[in-house]
T-cell receptor
Framework: AQSVTQLGSHVSVSEGALVLLRCNYS??????LFWYVQYPNQGLQLLLK??????LVKGINGFEAEFKKSETSFHLTKPSAHMSDAAEYFCAVSPYSGAGSYQLTFGKGTKLSVIP | KAGVTQTPRYLIKTRGQQVTLSCSPI?????VSWYQQTPGQGLQFLFE???????NKGNFPGRFSGRQFSNSRSEMNVSTLELGDSALYLCASSLELQGGGETQYFGPGTRLLVL
């Protein structure tokens, strides 16, 4: 069984400030971890994912996330927020059953507001 | 390169009816996944198809079914619709890259309203 908890359904940051979106997971098997973004009136987009190897993962638009097994966390960060980062962000976990096959369990999402 | 296409974009049905949604993946992508998004339950995984075979299935009742054709296009069917089936249904297509990694793209979704 697996689950994802995103701390904070709404997060507000000032433009230029650090963005930190929290995600904790539970999984009975080594997990694969994902962050997705959904811009207003647009579809979901994969930001980044952790499968194996380096625990610090860099994604698109300047975002990165670090897999911390001991803390069962996969927090998403960006050093400096832009107005265009305002969106809803979803953390997801999946067991990996081979050949690019995923069965994602999503968190409830965090809406990020960026204040000018 | 064309993106993931979902048809129809909007649909209104009544309880008890059935509905079929279609998803055309990006050319060359053989994996298609379906998700349901509702305000109450959030994003939930329905199922994934690869080369016409269902590889993974989420925790949805048997009223939800799908299939994939030889050209990788996929359909999702919901029978005996219930009010709670009102949702945005998202389709994603994926391609595993040589040397590891994967690209995944979502379609714009089909918004289903059950009255």
């Amino acid at each position: 069984a697996q689950s994802v908890t995103q701390l904070g359904s709404h997060v507000s940051v000032s433009e230029g400030a650090l963005v930190l979106l929290r995600c904790n997971y539970s999984s009975s098997v080594p997990p694969y971890l994902f962050w997705y973004v959904q811009y207003p009136n647009q579809g979901l987009q994969l930001l980044l994912k952790y499968t194996t190897g380096a625990t610090l993962v860099k994604g698109i638009n300047g975002f990165e996330a670090e897999f911390k097994k001991s803390e069962t966390s996969f927090h998403l960060t960006k050093p400096s927020a832009h107005m265009s980062d305002a969106a809803e962000y979803f953390c997801a976990v999946s067991p990996y059953s081979g050949a690019g096959s995923y069965q994602l369990t999503f968190g409830k999402g965090t809406k990020l507001s960026v204040i000018p | 390169k064309a993106g993931v296409t979902q048809t129809p974009r909007y649909l209104i049905k009544t309880r008890g009816q059935q509905v079929t949604l279609s998803c055309s993946p990006i050319s060359g992508h053989r994996s298609v996944s379906w998700y349901q998004q509702t305000p109450g339950q959030g994003l939930q995984f329905l199922f994934e198809y690869f080369s016409e075979t269902q590889r993974n299935k989420g925790n949805f009742p048997g009223r939800f079914s799908g299939r994939q054709f030889s050209n990788s296009r996929s359909e999702m069917n919901v029978s005996t619709l219930e009010l709670g089936d009102s949702a945005l249904y998202l389709c994603a297509s994926s391609l595993e890259l040589q040397g590891g990694g994967e690209t995944q793209y979502f379609g714009p979704g089909t918004r289903l309203l059950v009255l």
